[in-house]
């Protein structure tokens, strides 16, 4: 019996009842690391070198069980650690956000299916509906694009034509900013040395930069320092911070900690309106 | 202080520890009801002469307190119910899905903060993130789009065109399927009678005659009898079923009580191609 549970977005109460009844019933629980990270206390997430694992310290004191940590690696090279027992024992593996929320782990239920295992599911919140918070309609929202963080040699900018697509089309557009966790330098790999980098996530104002620096490129024309946008930090959490503006009024805005998100409206309607001003004149109470 | 607490899909297990607590807190708790249903129990629900109101039993008896239903007048007609109370006391409203879901709640939000009344969020999955269920990318959809019921003289079909758009872009579209609570009909607002209508919900074979109906007579060959398309029924309840297949195939599936949805795919990628064969070779155990 295998359980996929998603644990919300903010700490280790946003993990709903059934939610925390399935965790407690199994004797096998899998925490997914690689495309999202859990809501802690921000000291814990300011510094450049903080171990990513050490956060699971306080959910494990919470769900009273041993976590086992399941990186990119555990997850994509066949599952075996999490199948090979759910066949017998009831195992959980759990997922920030909802279970299928940025990225699928529809291939761990069809590997656990394929297999007979019987897999339940258990849904919660993800930055896909919780950005609903800044009063943008989710229906109007066209597809989501990925910001990855730009490197000497590769900074792709497929993002920038999908912007332009729904800002044609009059919707808003969610940028989901890139999140780097036990990722090896080319350096360190060349070396063959497994060391991973201190993690990172990248901050609205990065995000807003790269973005300037492809429409400098590009000049399409598809938005620049004047457009009104949206910055999201640690929705969800006590203290998220949502904060409206033009890009360059933005680029010095001090969002804080992670996970960071941006979204650059299409037409808003007067009640999209409302919330983008109202997200303005509270700059600093803004949650 | 007021808390607009998120419900999830499911049934009361399906609200999160956070929002229990939330819930548990307050001396006054509002039932937001009429842009969504509870998940109960399916013979609670099969009957058109369903009082929609006899399903909020089971939650006041686990909430253990009262519950006010919320529904349209309450909520549009300035909400001085919700917010009176909420300057002294703590109020919940509570909302199926995500508080900011399919249908915004901002405007509650906004009127509570221009009155200086204290507003928490606990957010929750809803449609527009659990869909990811059915194996589809969530960012591979374009705008969602409602399909409502088709009466004598009132067929509104601009869904077309917003399908015609998702499917030149590749995108998949989402269709929310129209919820009828405590509606007057025509007749009896002209007799000044204000009776309610018994509770309808869209199915998914009903939400397949309309589509076919409006391609029948635009003929722009945006979909037809055998394009690939699926329904959901219950997503997130236990007894949920997805189903994946061509319009025609669906057209004659028992999807069984509400709340159904209904997906028109996009192109498709091939672990989405992969989910979409599974859930048309898993007809009888699609879940």
């Known amino acids: ?9 903010g700490d280790e109460k ?20 690689y495309t999202s990270i859990l809501g ?46 759910a066949k017998e024992e009831r195992v959980a593996f759990l997922v920030v956000g ?21 897999v339940q599911v258990v849904h919660n919140a993800s930055i896909m509906n919780a950005i609903g ?6 229906y109007n929202f066209g597809p989501a694009v990925s910001i990855v963080f730009f490197e000497d040699n590769w900074r792709p900018d497929s993002f920038y034509d999908k912007i332009a697509l729904n800002k044609k089309n009059g919707q808003h557009t969610l940028c989901l900013l890139d999140i780097k966790v036990k990722e ?35 000049k ?6 004047d457009t009104p946008c949206i910055g999201l930090a640690r929705l969800g959490h006590e203290d998220q911070k949502i904060v409206s ?14 996970l960071h998100s941006f979204i650059i409206p299409g037409e808003m309607h007067f009640i999209e309106k409302d919330c983008f001003d109202h997200f303005r004149e509270n700059k600093q109470t803004s949650s």
Request: glycine share 8%.
């Open 1 to 9: 019996m295998l359980f996929i549970v998603g644990l919300g977005l």
């Open 40 to 85: 802690v206390g921000k000291e814990r997430l300011v510094s450049d070198t903080t171990d990513i694992t050490s956060e699971f310290i306080i959910k494990e004191a919470f769900y009273g069980k041993e976590i086992v940590v399941a990186d990119r690696e555990l997850v994509e090279s066949g599952c075996e650690a999490i199948l090979a027992p």
């Open 220 to 225: 399409e024309g598809v938005y620049g320092q």
């Open 98 to 118: 909802d279970p299928f929320g940025a990225t699928t782990h529809m291939d761990l239920y069809l590997r656990a299916k394929e297999r007979g295992i019987e």
């Open 184 to 218: 090896v330098s080319l350096a360190n790999m060349m070396k063959g040395k497994m060391i991973y980098e201190a993690p990172r996530f990248m901050s609205v104002n990065r995000c807003i930069e790269q973005l300037l620096e492809v429409e400098e490129k590009r």
């Open 14 to 33: 946003d993990v709903t009842i059934k939610g925390r009844e399935a965790i407690d019933s199994c004797s096998k629980i899998f925490l997914e690391a």
């Open 133 to 138: 918070r800044c009063g943008l309609q989710l």
């Open 245 to 258: 503006g033009t890009m360059s009024e933005l680029l010095n805005v001090d969002f804080g900690t992670p």
